[in-house]
């Protein structure tokens, strides 16, 4: 009985392994590394269409903060506080606190801030 045991443990063990080898094997042929790569380049297209919408969504909040859609300021004093915003500047707002909708709880960039 014992040898009937370690005969098919044997068997068992040796199946395991030449399907782990011949696998392993076709993962490093043409084919099996083409379709490695292939899911490699979804899942960048993926992280990029990912990167893309966090762009827009940030350069819409930044929009909304400093009010360029709404003709609040000049379009190329934000870009000028965009691209260096510590500075100095011209004060964009006309010496007001904020843009018009600076206390207007639906603009994300001012919550909790209000003026005093």
């Given at each position: 009985?014992?040898?009937?045991?370690?005969?098919?443990?044997?068997?068992?063990?040796?199946?395991?392994?030449?399907?782990?080898?011949?696998?392993?094997?076709?993962?490093?042929?043409?084919?099996?590394?083409?379709?490695?790569?292939?899911?490699?380049?979804?899942?960048?297209?993926?992280?990029?269409?990912?990167?893309?919408?966090?762009?827009?969504?940030?350069?819409?909040?930044?929009?909304?903060?400093?009010?360029?859609?709404?003709?609040?300021?000049?379009?190329?004093?934000?870009?000028?506080?965009?691209?260096?915003?510590?500075?100095?500047?011209?004060?964009?707002?006309?010496?007001?606190?904020?843009?018009?909708?600076?206390?207007?709880?639906?603009?994300?960039?001012?919550?909790?801030a209000r003026a005093s």
């Open positions: 009985m014992r040898r009937i045991f370690w005969v098919a443990l044997g068997a068992t063990a040796g199946v395991l392994v030449v399907r782990k080898v011949t696998k392993t094997a076709q993962a490093y042929t043409p084919e099996g590394m083409a379709r490695g790569l292939s899911g490699l380049g979804e899942g960048l297209r993926e992280m990029a269409q990912v990167v893309r919408e966090a762009m827009q969504e940030r350069d819409a909040e930044l929009r909304l903060a400093l009010g360029v859609d709404e003709g609040v300021i000049d379009p190329d004093q934000a870009r000028a506080l965009i691209e260096r915003p510590t500075a100095d500047h011209a004060d964009p707002f006309g010496g007001q606190p904020g843009p018009p909708d600076f206390d207007r709880p639906s603009n994300p960039a001012h919550r909790g």
